[in-house]
């Protein structure tokens, strides 16, 4: 069975400081993998998607995600946080043909402080 | 547009009173699914539907059902709610399953008392 692994239920990081979010899978055959941003009251909105290709991958709001197949990791990262990056981020994992089901992380709660 | 619009945004309501929660796009896709979202828990899928007249179930229908009439539709019907489906709800689509993006309604957040 599929499954994702955000180990960080909370971080608190520095406006202006360096941030990755861990996001770890297991899935059986060649997975899609996204980030999606939950701002207070909304929604959630997809921050970037990866399925092949260059295992980097840019995103909105200046985020990136770094895929590793090795350690089935699918780490988020952005140089310089924002006030406005605070929020939850979820991980999820999903496939392609026929019906395939998303799996979502437990997410990992964003902190910004002054 | 594009979007995903559920109603009611906020819901509070009895052990044992019928309710609905709607949910429509307006991107004619043909995927839709139900999420509840609780704390420690992330989101879970109630139901999913490929398509009108398509439904299944999901990682937690107990207590729940949906219906697909038409494309753009697809409400969530709890017959007869309990203190322990009390949580953040949110609808979604997407034009495929698992390799699309999926866009999701601003939630609809039920307590049962």
């Known amino acids: 069975a599929q499954s994702v692994t955000q180990p960080d239920i909370h971080i608190t990081v520095s406006e202006g400081a360096s941030l990755e979010l861990r996001c770890n899978y297991s899935y059986g055959a060649t997975p899609y993998l996204f980030w999606y941003v939950q701002s207070p009251g909304q929604g959630l909105q997809l921050l970037l998607k990866?399925?092949?290709?260059?295992?980097l991958v840019q995103g909105i709001k200046g985020f990136e995600a770094e895929f590793k197949r090795s350690q089935s990791s699918f780490n988020l990262r952005k140089p310089s946080v924002h006030w406005s990056d605070a929020a939850e981020y979820f991980c999820a994992v999903g496939g392609a043909g026929g019906y395939q089901k998303v799996t979502f992380g437990t997410g990992t709660k964003l902190q910004v402080i002054p | 547009e594009a979007q995903v619009t559920q109603n009611p945004r906020y819901l509070i309501t009895v052990t044992g009173k019928k309710l609905t929660v709607t949910c429509s796009q307006n991107?004619?896709?043909?995927?839709m699914s139900w999420y509840r979202q609780d704390p420690g828990l992330g989101l879970r899928q109630i139901y999913y539907s490929m398509n009108v007249e398509a439904t299944d179930k999901g990682d937690v229908p107990e207590g729940y059902k949906v219906s697909r009439k038409e494309k753009r539709n697809f409400p969530l019907i709890l017959e007869s709610p309990s203190p322990n489906q009390t949580s953040l709800y949110f609808c979604a689509s997407s034009s495929q399953t698992g390799s699309t993006e999926a866009f999701f309604g601003q939630g609809t957040r039920l307590t049962v008392v």
């Open positions: 990866y399925f092949s290709g260059d295992t």
């Open positions: 991107m004619n896709h043909e995927y």
